[in-house]
């Protein structure tokens, strides 16, 4: 199946879920990402922001739960169309911008480069680890550029279900995938 159909598509299902099937479904992925890669202190952990309108799953429980055990946390932020990565605390001021997405207020990188995570959005994942996003290819950029060793987590409230067709030279796959139900890995990275 093509991206653009597969966007369509996933795009309904979540317009589909209420807050509830969000909170519970998020506490699902949650714990099982929890429990499989077991973060420890002192761990670098990139994270996004939940698009509220596109009904992202809640990453407030994964930032708390970090925050709370000495992990190093550091959000995306767009700025002159790249993005970078703001290493955030309990107390960093936020701010909505242009597009109603929450974002730290600093525009300064951190020039981390070897998370030992980065949890990623998406609308799908196929059973290659390549993912469909909104298209703006900011993550692709992203992951060119951080250490080899860096596991690149996708999650998301569906399990796959078909591939994706038109996957593109430039198209990083994820390394593994958390749904509600279960952990995917696509790679031989070890624990």
């Known amino acids: ?12 299902k979540r317009k589909s879920l209420s807050q509830d099937e969000i909170s519970f479904l998020s506490e699902k992925i949650f714990a099982n990402f929890i429990n499989y890669f077991k973060p420890i202190s002192e761990q670098k952990v990139h994270i996004f922001i939940p698009i509220e309108k596109f009904k992202e799953m809640n990453t407030q429980i994964f930032i708390d739960y970090f925050l709370n055990r000495n992990i190093k946390v550091y959000v995306p932020k767009i700025v002159d169309t790249k993005l970078i990565s703001v ?18 207020l600093s525009n300064e990188d951190s020039g981390v480069l070897d998370f030992d ?31 080899k060793s860096t596991k690149k987590i996708g999650v998301n409230y569906f ?20 749904t509600p139900t279960e952990v995917l890995s696509f790679s031989s990275k070890s624990e």
Do not use: A, H
């Open 1 to 12: 199946m093509k991206k653009s159909e597969i966007r369509k598509i996933y795009f309904e």
């Open 87 to 104: 290493k955030i605390s309990s107390d960093t001021p936020f701010t909505i911008n242009n597009w109603g997405i929450s974002e730290p």
């Open 117 to 147: 995570f980065v949890i990623t959005p998406l609308l799908y994942c196929d059973f290659k680890g390549n993912r469909v996003g909104y298209g703006k290819g900011f993550y692709d950029q992203f992951f060119e550029n951080i250490s």
């Open 159 to 178: 399990n796959p279900d078909d591939m994706i067709d038109d996957v593109w030279e430039n198209d990083i796959p994820l390394d593994y995938l958390v």
